[in-house]
């Protein structure tokens, strides 16, 4: 059984931080690519950043220099630390997985097939 639980979002001011959290059940810690994908508003969803399971990692231009993606093997929990938050880093983020692949923020969304529920990050100016 595939679950992903996001935890951590809230509600920070401008250059504020978050570290936000995704517990996977032992199968989905166990896939090769794990993401970071984010939803304004009014917008698409749109990939984040993610990691491959031996820990090379990619970011969307937008967050890169800000946002870190981790893994805790030990937790099975995949996280995101957001530093220097802005306004427009507003929006719900979720936890995706899939399995072998090209590993990359910038594929669809159909391409990830697993997701979780999401947790909302709203950033104040």
């Known amino acids: 059984q595939v679950q992903l639980v996001e935890s951590g979002g809230g509600s920070v001011q401008a250059g504020g931080s978050l570290r936000l959290s995704c517990a996977a059940s032992v199968y989905a810690y166990s896939l090769y690519c794990m993401a970071w994908f984010r939803q304004a508003p009014g917008k698409e969803r749109e990939g984040v950043a993610t990691?491959?399971?031996?820990?090379?990692?990619t970011y969307a231009d937008s967050v890169k220099g800000r946002f870190t993606i981790s893994k805790d093997n030990a937790k099975n929990t995949l996280y995101l630390q957001m530093n220097s938050l802005k306004p427009e880093d507003t929006a719900m983020y979720y936890c995706?997985?899939?399995?072998?692949?090209?590993?990359?923020?910038?594929?669809?969304?159909?391409?990830?097939?697993?997701w979780g529920q999401g947790t909302q990050v709203t950033v104040s100016s």
């Open positions: 990691i491959e399971s031996g820990g090379i990692t």
């Open positions: 995706a997985a899939r399995g072998l692949g090209n590993c990359r923020p910038t594929r669809p969304t159909s391409y990830f097939g697993y």
